[in-house]
């Protein structure tokens, strides 16, 4: 009789049902989703035909319209039409409260990490915005394939710090879908080229897209792609092309207020219009204006590509930035890279592609549609993680934007993951104890290349308890840092000898901006010589606590082995110690522990002579 047969746990007991699987592109302008049909990956229209969603939710008192009706209600219901939300997603109030004037919505007031848009459905959170714009996309999804999807992929910028990928994998969550893995959309545009079988070596993928502006730099070794370097700006795309449109336009029509005192109808219909400009001006020299102003009345003129070129100069420059750095960090030359690939709506702007040509000195990929480029690969991505073909096909590596490490005794900064290290990865260093007897330990998990921790960003905490009770130093803390193929960090501790385990999962309650990451990369450059100075004199600092803690601890024993004067000399040497080791001179703390431990010398001879006894008492000799 032939064996019973019986399924892995989660896989489908019929061996050739095929199941559901699709991309998605959560993109702040537009949203896409794929979905691999008879071998070949597909865009997935909506009833209407239409392949795209603008990102775009609005709230009223009774439901939510999401895509394009939200979009041509934006103007007449502003403060209740959400649009570019993936700007705030795992952000802080803090963080988007610098991200500049373009906010017509509100935020509700209040110390929650997460921020809260005010809307007349009540106040919502970025996390649900973006969930309103994937369940819209999963219910075309289903309605076009006629069945559940089985699982998904979302694509997110290169540059999405860990809190920014948690929100997206959160808003999957809550639109009732199941994230296999998200995917760097650059990576993805590369592999929907076709360059990953093409002959080997560095591309560069440059996408613009509304909101976010991404530069990866990828080399293809072997099969494989890995992300040598990503750099990028999450708030520059081509709605900052809109924008410097729309204001022109209030110079041209005479509008004379502030962006502050503007009707939020007039400066979405200004965006509008702008936009509808810019995107003529892909294909011709000129394009017309007409206006509806706030009064009634209306304002016509046209813009030429001329001033429209002008207008943009700076942004477009301001790209070769992250362009420039990238290419520092992957450590290569622009004359060395292969291909470079275009992503987003905004190539298409003439003055994009011309300055790119010029700064990678070749003309660029333009020939897929470049807003429908990353949804395809990711459809393809999510099609293998679902079981239908072998996995071997594809091997996506990505790198992490900034070090992480962990603080240790005076607030140093022990780096443990350095940057643009590929992912998933897993490193582990050993740690120990700083007093005896101690059973407990602090784990700071930080982000950042400077020395010290005030100058780098807080991850999160825990405490590893338990840890057995040993002299200072002898314990072995064993820290494993492990960053998932989504970006996603987890810390673990564990204590060697007795195997006690402790970790967290970081989940910052919001991410580091890019012009933070930029500051901090750059400060550690410009600082490198104080931090090695200031890293110099906390390491004495810590040394002279320690000294203190340890005579502490050895008087508090044995402190009956010397006479008032001998004490006197002691405390009279520790309290210099003490006193100069919360200032700044490095050579006058060193100097204090020499005294401290010449003044000590007697008393450290005794004890070690009274341990000897003591642990000699009871046993013969020749025992040892
Ligand atoms: P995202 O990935 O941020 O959602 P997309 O890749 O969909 O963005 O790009 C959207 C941006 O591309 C918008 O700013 C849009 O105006 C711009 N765009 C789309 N088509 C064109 C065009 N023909 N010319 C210039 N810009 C365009
Ligand atoms: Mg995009």
């Given at each position: 009789?032939?064996?019973?047969?019986?399924?892995?746990?989660?896989?489908?007991?019929?061996?050739?049902?095929?199941?559901?699987?699709?991309?998605?592109?959560?993109?702040?302008?537009?949203?896409?989703?794929?979905?691999?049909?008879?071998?070949?990956?597909?865009?997935?229209?909506?009833?209407?035909g239409s392949d795209t969603l603008p990102s775009v939710v609005r709230y009223t008192a009774n439901k939510i319209?999401?895509?394009?009706?939200?979009?041509?209600?934006?103007?007449?219901?502003?403060?209740?039409?959400?649009?570019?939300?993936?700007?705030?997603?795992?952000?802080?109030?803090?963080?988007?409260?610098?991200?500049?004037?373009?906010?017509?919505?509100?935020f509700a007031e209040g110390d929650s990490a997460v921020p809260r848009i005010r809307t007349v459905a009540g106040d919502v959170s970025p996390i649900e915005v973006s969930a309103e714009i994937l369940k819209s996309l999963k219910s075309r999804a289903e309605a076009a394939l006629g069945d559940s999807l089985t699982g998904v992929v979302i694509t997110v910028p290169a540059y999405f710090d860990d809190a920014q990928r948690q929100a997206t994998k959160d808003a999957g969550k809550l639109a009732g879908l199941n994230v296999l893995r998200l995917l760097?959309?650059?990576?993805?545009?590369?592999?929907?080229?076709?360059?990953?079988?093409?002959?080997?070596?560095?591309?560069?993928?440059?996408?613009?897209?509304?909101?976010?502006?991404?530069?990866?730099?990828?080399?293809?070794?072997?099969?494989?792609?890995?992300v040598m370097a990503t750099a990028g700006d999450t708030t520059l795309g081509g709605d900052d092309f809109d924008y410097v449109i729309a204001k022109w336009i209030m110079q041209q029509a005479g509008i004379n207020e502030t962006e502050k005192d503007i009707s939020h109808h007039q400066m979405r219909r200004l965006m509008r219009d702008a936009c509808a400009a810019k995107e003529t001006l892909s294909n011709m020299d000129s394009a017309e204006l007409n206006i509806e102003l706030d009064d009634g009345s209306n304002w016509s003129g046209h813009l030429t590509l001329d001033v429209f070129n002008e207008l943009i100069t700076l942004l477009v420059q301001k790209t070769l930035l992250p362009c420039r750095r990238a290419l520092r960090d992957a450590g290569i030359d622009a004359s060395e890279i292969k291909s470079v690939v275009m992503v987003g709506g905004s190539t298409r702007v003439p003055q994009v592609r011309d300055k790119v040509a010029d700064f990678f000195q070749q003309q660029p990929l333009t020939d897929i549609n470049p807003d429908t480029v990353v949804s395809m690969c990711a459809a393809i991505q999510a099609d293998v993680l679902v079981g239908n073909k072998s996995g071997d096909d594809l091997l996506l590596l990505d790198v992490i934007p900034l070090s992480l490490g962990l603080e240790t005794m005076g607030g140093l900064v022990e780096k443990v993951i350095s940057r643009n290290t590929t992912i998933p990865v897993a490193r582990a260093q050993d740690f120990t104890t700083f007093k005896d007897g101690q059973t407990a330990m602090s784990i700071h998990a930080l982000q950042g290349e400077r020395e010290l921790v005030s100058d780098c960003r807080s991850l999160g905490r825990f405490t590893l308890h338990d840890i057995p009770s040993m002299v200072a130093g002898a314990a072995r803390i064993r820290i494993t840092f492990q960053v998932d193929a989504d970006g996603l960090l987890s810390v673990t501790a564990r204590e060697e000898t007795t195997g006690v385990e402790s970790g967290i999962e970081v989940k910052p309650s919001y991410g580091l901006t890019d012009t933070e990451?930029?500051?901090?990369?750059?400060?550690?450059?410009?600082?490198?010589?104080?931090?090695?100075?200031?890293?110099?004199?906390?390491?004495?600092?810590?040394?002279?606590?320690?000294?203190?803690?340890a005579l502490q601890a050895a008087l508090a024993d044995d402190g009956g082995l010397l006479n008032a004067a001998e004490r006197k000399q002691i405390d009279v040497a520790a309290n210099k110690l003490s006193e100069l080791s919360n200032g700044n001179e490095l050579r006058a703390i060193k100097d204090a522990i020499t005294e401290l431990d010449k003044a000590a010398t007697e008393f450290v001879a005794r004890r070690m002579d009274g341990s000897i006894k003591k642990a000699l008492a009871g046993h013969n000799v020749n025992e040892f």
């Open positions: 009789m032939a064996l019973l047969q019986i399924s892995e746990p989660g896989q489908s007991t019929n061996p050739h049902e095929h199941r559901l699987a699709a991309g998605i592109d959560l993109g702040t302008t537009n949203s896409l989703i794929a979905s691999v049909k008879s071998g070949k990956a597909e865009i997935l229209n909506d009833e209407q319209i999401v895509g394009t009706d939200a979009k041509s209600a934006a103007a007449k219901d502003p403060l209740n039409t959400i649009s570019s939300v993936k700007r705030y997603m795992g952000r802080g109030l803090t963080d988007i409260k610098e991200l500049g004037g373009r906010r017509p919505y509100e760097n959309e650059p990576t993805a545009a590369a592999v929907a080229y076709g360059l990953d079988k093409k002959a080997e070596g560095v591309i560069a993928v440059y996408d613009l897209g509304g909101g976010t502006f991404d530069i990866s730099i990828l080399r293809l070794h072997k099969g494989v792609f890995e990451i930029e500051t901090m990369l750059r400060d550690s450059i410009e600082h490198a010589e104080d931090d090695v100075t200031a890293r110099m004199l906390r390491e004495q600092q810590v040394e002279a606590e320690r000294v203190l803690e």
